[in-house]
């Protein structure tokens, strides 16, 4: 299965329309979301007016969609569910693929939606137990796991989540996709398990994730 990965949209409708059609030439059998469709709705607009629109974008490609919300999407939460394309606490499986996740994530802002730590791993145990008997796993959270390429700031900080590391290291997925640190776009592993943070979409980024007998492979593409 080929995955093309999408994050932190930020309200940028126009770029998502431009998107859909670049990762049409590149192919891909599902699309994954790990969250920050909106932020601060523009003029005229509600949030989800913008998140309802992004998901029907999404929708529109006519391929499996995997959404979590972002720390600023707490108010699109239904929408997702709605569409059914949450696994925000949930999971979905894709053909041999078991999707689960939680979004959100701690930031010193105070934004939308913070989970702490221990409502993250409660969320993430509850999905897995959804796909627990999925041939391949892949786990997805806006938050990134801690003390990776896909969490640190230009300073070199790591502001990631140690919860979403350690279930990582504990559930053995065979990928990991996250987002929210848009400096920590890459790839990077941890024990076998692939970790992808594709960037911020309106930078013209994506990330191609592929399961093919067993084997994962993960990289950065370039949009524009």
């Known amino acids: 299965m080929r995955i093309a990965v999408i994050a932190d949209i930020h309200n940028d409708t126009e770029m998502m329309m431009q998107s859909l059609d670049k990762l049409k030439e590149l192919g891909f059998d599902a699309i994954v979301c790990p969250g920050d469709f909106t932020d601060i709705a523009p003029r005229g607009f509600t949030q989800e007016d913008v998140g309802r629109l992004l998901i029907e974008e999404l929708k529109s490609a006519g391929k499996p969609v995997i959404c ?125 398990t692939k970790i992808i943070n594709p960037g911020r979409l309106p930078e013209g980024y994506c990330g191609i994730l592929e399961v093919k007998d067993g084997v994962v492979t993960a990289e950065i593409a370039g949009l524009i």
């Open 68 to 192: 979590v919300p972002g720390n600023m999407d707490l108010v699109i939460i239904p929408l997702l569910e709605k569409g059914g394309v949450s696994v925000h606490g949930l999971g979905k499986t894709v053909g041999e693929i078991g999707f689960y996740g939680f979004g959100g994530a701690k930031t010193p802002f105070g934004t939308a939606y913070e989970p702490d730590e221990a409502e993250i791993e409660a969320g993430l145990r509850k999905a897995y137990e959804d796909v627990k008997d999925a041939k391949y796993k892949i786990q997805v959270t806006h938050n990134p796991p801690f003390g990776t390429k896909v969490d640190m700031l230009p300073s070199g900080m790591h502001v990631g989540s140690k919860v979403v590391r350690r279930l990582i290291e504990e559930l053995k997925p065979e990928a990991a996709v996250c987002a929210h640190i848009h400096e920590g776009r890459g790839v990077d592993e941890l024990g076998r």
